[in-house]
Nanobody
Framework: QVQLVESGGGLVQPGGSLRLSCAAS????????MGWYRQAPGKQRELVAT???????NYADSVKGRFTISRDNAKNTVYLQMNSLKAEDTAVYYC?????????WGQGTPVTVSL
């Protein structure tokens, strides 16, 4: 079983930046794919970005060019650097891991983009 703990969320003004972190309880080298999803109030959870163990990345069209996912295998941590934030990026952001056919979720960290 893999435990995921997110951090780094908060309140930021439009145009600002935040970096989310997801610390895994197991070495992420063995985790096939890690990613970030988000869920805005009244909406379904949606993909933000993923990163495979081989280094391939995938982004939602709405965040391409603004968000960057990265992983530090030595720290068992995945990051989401979010730049040029918009009000529509407001959501709870969840870390996700696909490992040996199972999907694991963190508890989520809220991000609010507002003046």
């Amino acid at each position: 079983q893999v435990q995921l703990v997110e951090s780094g969320g908060g309140l930021v003004q439009p145009g600002g930046s935040l970096r989310l972190s997801c610390a895994a309880s197991d070495t992420i080298v063995r985790i096939n794919r890690m990613g970030w999803y988000r869920q805005a109030p009244g909406k379904q959870r949606e993909l933000v970005a993923t990163c495979t163990s081989g280094g391939s990345t995938n982004y939602a069209d709405s965040v391409k060019g603004r968000f960057t996912i990265s992983r530090d295998n030595a720290k068992n941590t995945v990051y989401l650097q979010m730049n040029s934030l918009k009000a529509e990026d407001t959501a709870v952001y969840y870390c996700n891991a696909l490992y040996l056919g199972y999907v694991y979720w963190g508890q989520g960290t809220p991000v609010t983009v507002s003046l």
